[in-house]
């Protein structure tokens, strides 16, 4: 089993910057990749961002590169974002997946095995 929590949500302006957190813990061997999907009010799950657990290999939403960054420090990953836009208001889920970077598995925004409860960001205009 693995257990994700995140934090780090809140209330920015546009424009602005949020660093999410991921803290995991349980059994995650080398092959995971763990990532980032959201879900705005009256949305489906999007796809953010994932991460491979062992080699740092990262893979983005094209509308979001170059604004979103992934990364991972030990049993932390992150996720820094920034010149946040209203659109990006969402409640932002930490999953992970024996699977690992295996992209039409994180596309889909559902299929993945664990998942934290979420943390909201709202981006005010």
């Known amino acids: 089993q693995v257990q994700l929590v995140e934090s780090g949500g809140g209330l920015v302006q546009a424009g602005g910057s949020l660093r999410l957190s991921c803290a995991a813990s349980g059994r995650i061997f080398s092959n995971y990749a763990m990532g980032w999907i959201r879900q705005a009010p009256g949305k489906e799950r999007e796809f953010v961002a994932v991460i491979s657990w062992s080699g740092g290999s990262t893979y983005y939403a094209d509308s979001l590169k170059g604004r979103f960054t992934i990364f991972r420090d030990n049993n932390m990953v992150y996720l820094q974002m920034n010149s946040l836009k209203p659109e990006d208001t969402a409640v932002y889920y930490c999953?992970?997946?024996?699977?690992?970077?295996?992209?039409?598995?994180?596309?889909?925004?559902?299929?993945?095995?664990?998942w934290g409860k979420g943390t909201l960001v709202t981006v005010s205009s």
């Open positions: 999953a992970a997946d024996p699977r690992g970077l295996l992209l039409r598995l994180w596309d889909s925004g559902t299929d993945m095995d664990y």
